[in-house]
């Protein structure tokens, strides 16, 4: 068997096993979705900690050279998850935390990637957010208790994300302000405000597709600059 073939065969490995960690994805995000739908707590708790770490796999094997933190991005988003289901107090400020620094990665991705480079866009952009996230703290704040501030300064790198999210095209911009959406509609409860239909169902949805837009829309732009490197110069 000649190098090529070897390397060819390994390459349709990795592939395929990359496939299958994303079908295990989508499987996992249905079936935690229905069994939301179909209010079965035991179905919800085994389904939901296995979610991004198939999606962090995923990465890691469809992509080799993924970015370094995208990885951890996604894991630390699992560990948040397990503690905002586990619940209390203390359980939910420490999933937040755990969410929080998953922001921070997303954020230096996406700074890394020249988010800041076109200043002016940004600084549209930005201040659209800026506006959203202004107006809706001032809404939660007075339901929100002792959690305020720990709120407010979470909001913050959240709608960082998203703002840095839109450099990279409609994915990971759609994947930032989705995003945001979910956090906003924890946010609601948190406030007490009236829920909507299936206030949960659209809570995981929008942040299910989120992480996958997050990610895709980085290996996608990761696979763009390699093949550029590649490309043969005029």
Known sequence: MSLSTTTRAALGG????ARGLLTGFAAT??????AILAHSPALQHATKPALMPLLAAHSLTAAPRA?????????LSAGGDILLQAGGDTAFLAGMGSFAAAHVCYVTMFVQRGALDDRRRTAVVA???AVAWAVLVGRL????????IPVAVYSLLLTST????ARLGWRTGLGGALFL??????????????????HEFWI?????????LLMSGLLKAGRADEDAAVAPTA
């Open 204 to 212: 995981m949805a929008t942040y299910v597709v989120a992480q996958y």
């Open 141 to 148: 704040w007075p339901g929100l208790g002792d959690l305020r």
């Open 67 to 75: 970015p370094k933190l995208l990885a951890p991005a996604l894991l």
């Open 181 to 198: 959406l979910s956090d906003t509609l924890i946010a609601t409860q948190l406030a007490d405000w009236r829920e909507l239909p299936g």
């Open 127 to 129: 201040a659209a957010y």
């Open 14 to 17: 990795r592939l395929r096993a």
């Open 162 to 165: 998203a703002v840095t999210s």
């Open 29 to 34: 995000s249905a079936a935690h979705l229905g």
